[in-house]
Structures are given as structure tokens and as C-alpha cells.
């Protein structure tokens, strides 16, 4: 295999594809990017066994090939170079010779068959996303996934592919996000599929803005195609819970409040919370919100009141201040809408004003307060 | 199938139907002394699993199995005991050289454990569907050494395991697994190798010639693992062990046993300790045999004796004593394994069969 290009048109996708490579590993051939050449395009990819990533590159060859190199040490030096032309060269033996005009390095790498490949299985189902709609849609969700390993189903977001409905769903068992776009060509019905957060991650930083993204469907695979990228997500197993069943229809009691206004009391009063559970209340009267916490161990206490259009009961109701400010930070319009039903059962929360065809739900589960 | 497999042909036949007819249980748990090739049966499953040839699986020759045989395969794991702090490129090279002699005992020398760290790692690795496809085989090796911790935290995933995922794990001896796991794996048990099945295979694979194969054989207690050690380091030494053992138990001053009990010490290596009681009781067995056998010599069983003094003397001693001297030797093998302090276990040891000597004597 024997390739020349230039050091500025190697470095980007060199180093967005290294940074799928793990530190840590048990597999020591995951600590290497592969390279495939062919028809004067330069495959480069990595994997953590969740995640698989591959881009290309044009380059120009007289002799196509493949080899695995040590993702460190190409990505140390490639950072480092200056905008030269690398002349690579790998025999037999899989050592690589890299020629530049400032100097010459070799390193030995690995068979190319022996990484993990992602293979070519049939793809079920084919659908396009736009690529803002997607970024949209997964950030909006990805905070709420659950990260304590008890459940395996519920560690990643679950996309679901309804009849031109796109929806992604996450929850951890406290709080619920769930998020609907309906101008999503999507022919049929083709259910849920629940996906790597690390993938998600990969997405989002490579993505350029506009553009459409391919997401294609295999048995074991979720991906995502765009731009020069393509990103594996290797599915998650299991059934996803029946989330509708935990939203609640009829919670009456509409508060309608600033979004800064209440982000801000809410951070201010976590100082007084106690630090593991971070409780803090929210006692809802007529037109006002009083958002308070208190930690008797250490002798702390706060209270906030701030105006609100509220007309439902009186009630009080304990809250995780870290989940308000999650939902809070997660609504981009001016007023956030939150539906309660009562001190002990789950609330619900919106932007004041959906978009159109876009439809966010949040939910929360509060803390039982004990007097 | 299981073509390099030494003996076990039940167990073969039990798992090459169940592989053919696609009816694999969730999990195994496979027992039996060491050396009676589990590993080597997890190794050649998850290849047989994963194999890309369609008729012939496993292959040995197609990537999957070639990145199974250089433990890169991102499906098949293969779980150890280690210390805290091995670093992940030692326990790869132990992996590949386990895997490239399943019947060799590698594994790292001391206190190491199967931590609840690894077991964490491998609840979050197993909740994704299979990566080339085919079948997820986890191997855990020396299951006995998970932590408590890390045992019950693995029981959820053992009793509802991922679609396609295998569980193996082995163990040398079923006691020493908590209920709670053995009830949720499908149980398959290794019987010592027979000396036969020993004899032929290291004639075949390792070129031994025909008497060093036989005696060797005789001596191996079932296991492969014991019969190529002993063909590596020779059995010579700790034969001298074991005859200058059973020479001085007969004398009356008790400088020479203490002596020798701080000269076996002094080797500073439980297994070689453990290695030369295990040929002290074979003598005595043999003493059995050729007192029962009318003391004709050709029966005798464990040919590997020509001392004819010591011969004397054991055949001197009555059934039951040499039964309680075989007693007091299973005795003390056991207190090695528990960590007792050997000079100690020693010294009582030809005490106590001194004593049993003296009551006939």
C-alpha cells in the first residue's frame, strides 16, 4: 500500500476518527485506526466496539492495500506536523514508512483483517433525516438517558420510526423526555430502536449544519450516514419500557413561568439544598411560585418567591433541583409551561410554544416530602 | 469438532448435537480438576459459534477464528483472575498464551480475584447486540475467584441474559461456587482423563516416547496440564522428595525430619510441596495395590518406584494404616490450599504418620 497526501487534508478526519479510539482497553487491536485504501480513497476508522466510525479522504495511490496503525502515535504526530506531503508506504510485514519533506518516521502496525469490522449485513429499513432536525432531536433527549448501569435498555435513546413521525425517548426511571418531530418522511410504521449515547455523541460533533443525514437499520446496527462520515451505533438489547403509560393525561394544574426567571431562583436555592439529595421545593399559590430548600445539617436554609401565572390547588411539592435545571436548560423559549398533578405524582413540563410539527414533553418525578 | 480435544468423547458428542441442532443452553458451568480441557472446550465452542466456513467449523483458518485464536475477536471474551493492578497488556499476553495451549495452567501466580470492576465491564459490554453478528460467547475462567460482590452482581445477568450471548464458566471444583450461580448455569461435568487417553495424547501431540508417556501418565491423576508439567520439569527431584520423605518417617531421630521438612520449605514453591505429596500418596496407593495383588509386583499400578526399600517397609504396614497415612497426606494438600504455614503442615504431617507407624511398629 503506498499513498501520498497532504498533512492538512490527513489531519481533521485523522483526529475526529482517533478520538473514537479508547484509552483503556482489553483489546489491544482497538487502540488502532485502520486505514483501507482504494480507488484513490483513503478509509480511515475506529472503534470502541459501541461506536465505529469511518470517513475518507481523497489521496493519490499506485498501490492500494490496508493496515491497522497505532492511533496514538499517527495522531500525536500528525498534530504536530507542519502542512507537508506525506509519501506512506506500508509493506508486507504491515510497517509503515511516512516520508516528508522534514523527515521520515516508521511504525509498525497490524494486519488489517484482524480489527473489528462492522459487518455488511442487510439493511432492513433506509430513512433521511434532516441533518438540523436530528441534531435537534437528540440533543434535546440525550441528557435524560440513565447512567447507573442497572438497567441496560434505558443507557441509551430510544429512536422510534413511526408512520412520518420521528420521536426519541429517554429516561432514567425519574424523569422522562420525549421527543416528537412530524415532518419526517417516514413511509411505515417501523418501530424503535434503542441506540448508543456515544454514537449520538459522535454524531453531533461531526455533523455539519444543513445537509440530510441517512440512517440506515440493520439487525444489530443503527447508522448514521452524512457528509463524509459514516457512524455505527451497535444497538442496544432489550425492550424499551412503555413510556407512554407513565405519562400522566390529566394534570390540571397549569403554572406558567419565565424559564430565566426560574433557572436562576432554582440555582440560587440549590445552594442551600442538601448536597446529595438536592431537594428543594416549590410551594405553588395563586399567581406565585415559592421555590425553597433547606439542609439541617449544616444550619441552611433558602427562600425565593417569583411571580407566575398559576390558578390550579395550593400544594407543595419536593423536586431534584438538578432535574428542574436539566429541564429547564433543555426548553429554548421564553416561558416554560409545567402541568402538575399532585404533590406526589409526576409533572410535566413544555416549552411554552411547541414549533410546528415539533412536539417536546418532559417529564419529572418528585421527591416525597416528609413533615 | 473438538478434534484436539484430549478424551472427553461424552462430552463431545453432547455438544457437538446441541451446536448442529442450534439448542445451546444460556450458560454452562463446567467442573472438574484442572487439566481435563474446559477451557479448551469453551475456546473450541465460541469458534465453532463464530466460524465463517459452512461446513467445516470450526476452520481455524477464517478471520473469525484466526482473531479467536489471537484473542481479538470483539464477540468472544475471555474473563480471568488478576491482580488489582495487572496492566491490560499483561493480561492479553496471558489470554493468547492460554488460548494458544488451553491445557497449560496460565494464570497470574498469587492473590488475584475476579473483581466486581470486571464484572461491572462486562453488564455494560453485554447489554449491546453482537458486533460481527453471530454469537457472543463469554468465557469465564476460575469462576470460584469472583468476589462475593462480584458473584451476586452477575447472578441478574446469568438468570436473564441478551438473546445471543453464551456464558462459560469453569470451574476446578463445584464446592467452591456460591448455589446461586450454579443453579442458574446448566452444570457439565470434566472426569478426570483416563491415564490412556493421557499416554496417547502426549505420545501424539507432544512426542514423548512410549515408557516416559507411560509413566508420566500413571502419575497425572487425569490431568493434562499435571502430565506435561511433569514432562517439562521432570518428576526426578520431587520423586527424591517423596522417597527421602517416606524413608525418614521410619527412623527414630527427629533431627533428620525437622531438617528435611525446612529443606522442602526452603523450595519456597506450594505447588512443588503440593506436587511431592501427591507422588508420596501414589506410593502408598501403590503399596495398596501390591499387597492386595498378593504381592505380586507386575499388578503393581503406579509403576514408578524401583526402591525397593521403601516397597518393604509400606508393604509392612497393615490396610488401615495406610489408609490413615493416605488420609493425613489429602489432609495436608488441603491446608496448602488454605494458606497455612507449610513448615508447620510438614512437620505435623510426619508426626502424625509416624504416630500411625508407631502404633503397629
Do not use: W
Not at chain 1, 156 to 161: E, N, R, S
Not at chain 1, 272 to 283: D, E, H, S, Y
Not at chain 2, 28 to 57: H, M, P, Q, V, W
Not at chain 2, 109 to 134: D, H, M, V
Request: charged share 30%; with cysteine.
Amino acid at each position: 500500500m503506498r499513498f501520498s497526501v497532504k498533512s492538512s487534508d490527513l489531519r481533521n478526519v485523522l483526529l475526529s476518527v482517533i478520538n473514537v479510539v479508547p484509552a483503556k482497553t482489553t483489546l489491544p487491536i482497538l487502540g488502532n485506526v485502520l486505514l483501507s485504501l482504494k480507488d484513490n480513497k483513503l478509509c480511515l476508522s475506529a472503534t470502541d466496539l459501541e461506536v465505529t466510525i469511518r470517513t475518507f479522504v481523497e489521496v493519490k495511490t499506485d498501490k492500494e492495500g490496508g493496515v491497522a496503525l497505532p492511533g496514538k502515535i499517527i495522531g500525536d504526530i500528525i498534530r504536530q506536523l507542519p502542512d507537508v506531503t506525506l509519501d506512506i508506504t506500508v509493506d508486507e510485514n504491515y510497517r509503515a514508512n511516512i516520508k516528508t519533506d522534514i523527515g521520515e518516521y516508521v511504525i509498525s502496525g497490524e494486519n488489517e483483517s484482524e480489527f473489528p469490522s462492522v459487518p455488511k449485513a442487510d439493511i432492513k429499513h433506509e430513512i433521511d433525516v434532516e441533518s438540523d432536525v436530528l441534531e435537534r432531536i437528540i440533543s434535546k433527549a440525550l441528557f435524560a438517558i440513565s447512567m447507573d448501569g442497572v438497567k441496560s435498555s434505558i443507557m441509551g435513546v430510544y429512536l422510534q420510526f413511526l408512520k412520518n413521525e420521528f420521536r426519541a425517548v429517554s429516561t432514567d426511571g425519574h424523569r422522562l423526555v420525549r421527543v416528537i418531530n412530524k415532518n419526517v418522511k417516514i413511509k411505515e410504521d417501523i418501530g424503535g430502536y434503542i441506540t448508543s449515547p456515544k454514537a449520538l455523541g459522535q454524531f453531533l460533533k461531526n455533523r455539519s449544519e444543513g445537509g440530510t443525514v441517512k440512517l440506515s437499520i440493520s439487525d444489530n446496527y443503527l447508522m448514521f450516514n452524512f457528509d463524509n462520515f459514516v457512524v455505527y451505533s451497535r444497538l442496544i438489547e432489550g425492550m424499551y419500557p412503555d413510556y407512554e403509560k407513565v405519562i400522566p393525561k390529566d394534570n390540571k394544574n397549569r403554572l406558567m413561568v419565565d424559564r430565566n426567571m426560574m433557572e436562576s431562583s432554582v440555582k440560587r436555592i440549590l445552594v442551600f439544598a442538601n448536597k446529595v439529595t438536592q431537594q428543594i421545593k416549590l410551594k405553588l399559590s395563586e399567581n406565585s411560585v415559592e421555590i425553597s430548600s433547606e439542609d439541617v445539617d449544616y444550619g441552611k436554609e433558602g427562600r425565593e418567591k417569583i411571580t407566575a401565572d398559576y390558578n390550579g390547588e395550593e400544594m407543595t411539592i419536593g423536586y431534584n433541583a438538578g432535574y428542574l435545571l436539566d429541564i429547564l436548560g433543555h426548553i429554548d423559549t421564553e416561558k416554560v409551561v409545567f402541568d402538575f398533578g399532585s404533590s406526589t405524582s409526576a409533572g410535566l413540563a413544555y416549552p411554552s410554544e411547541q414549533r410546528e410539527n415539533e412536539d417536546i414533553l418532559m417529564l419529572v418525578m418528585p421527591i416525597k416530602l416528609i413533615d | 469438532m473438538f478434534e484436539d480435544i484430549i478424551g472427553q468423547k461424552k462430552i463431545k458428542q453432547f455438544f457437538t448435537t446441541v451446536i448442529k441442532s442450534n439448542r445451546l443452553s444460556h450458560a454452562y458451568l463446567f467442573y472438574g480438576i484442572e487439566g481435563t480441557g474446559k477451557d479448551a472446550f469453551a475456546f473450541e465452542i465460541a469458534r465453532s459459534l463464530n466460524c465463517k466456513d459452512s461446513d467445516n467449523i470450526p476452520c481455524n483458518k477464517c478471520i473469525s477464528c484466526i482473531k479467536i485464536n489471537k484473542m481479538g475477536h470483539p464477540d468472544v471474551d475471555y474473563i480471568m483472575p488478576v491482580f488489582s493492578k495487572s496492566s491490560d497488556e499483561e493480561i492479553y499476553l496471558k489470554k493468547r498464551e492460554k488460548i494458544q495451549d488451553p491445557y497449560k495452567r496460565v494464570m497470574f501466580e498469587g492473590n488475584t480475584s475476579i473483581s466486581i470492576e470486571i464484572i461491572r465491564n462486562l453488564k455494560n459490554s453485554s447489554a449491546f447486540k453482537p458486533f460481527e453478528g453471530k454469537k457472543r460467547v463469554t468465557i469465564i475462567s476460575k469462576a470460584e475467584k469472583m468476589t462475593l460482590e462480584a458473584a451476586n452482581s452477575i447472578l441478574k445477568l446469568l438468570e436473564e441474559p441478551p438473546k445471543d450471548l453464551l456464558f462459560i464458566l469453569t470451574v476446578n471444583d463445584l464446592g467452591l461456587i456460591i448455589p446461586t450461580i450454579r443453579s442458574r448455569c446448566t452444570g457439565v461435568k470434566f472426569p478426570p482423563l483416563s491415564k490412556e487417553e493421557i499416554r496417547d495424547a502426549l505420545i501424539k501431540n507432544l512426542k514423548v516416547d512410549k515408557q516416559e508417556a507411560e509413566t508420566i501418565s500413571n502419575i497425572s491423576g487425569g490431568s493434562f496440564s499435571k502430565a506435561s508439567e511433569y514432562l517439562q520439569e521432570g518428576i526426578g527431584e520431587k520423586k527424591e522428595f517423596a522417597e527421602k520423605l517416606l524413608e525418614i518417617i521410619f527412623l527414630k531421630n527427629s533431627k533428620i525430619y525437622l531438617d528435611f521438612a525446612e529443606e522442602l520449605v526452603n523450595k519456597r514453591n506450594l505447588e512443588f510441596v503440593k506436587d511431592v505429596l501427591a507422588i508420596i500418596n501414589l506410593l502408598v496407593r501403590d503399596a495398596f495395590y501390591y499387597k492386595i495383588n498378593n504381592e505380586s509386583k507386575t499388578d503393581i499400578k503406579y509403576k514408578i518406584h524401583d526402591n525397593s526399600n521403601i516397597n518393604q517397609l509400606v508393604v509392612n504396614l497393615s490396610y488401615d494404616y495406610l489408609e490413615l497415612i493416605n488420609s493425613e497426606i489429602e489432609k495436608s494438600i488441603d491446608l496448602i490450599d488454605k494458606n497455612i504455614y507449610l513448615y508447620l503442615i510438614i512437620v505435623n504431617l510426619i508426626t502424625n504418620i509416624r504416630k500411625i507407624i508407631n502404633k503397629k511398629i
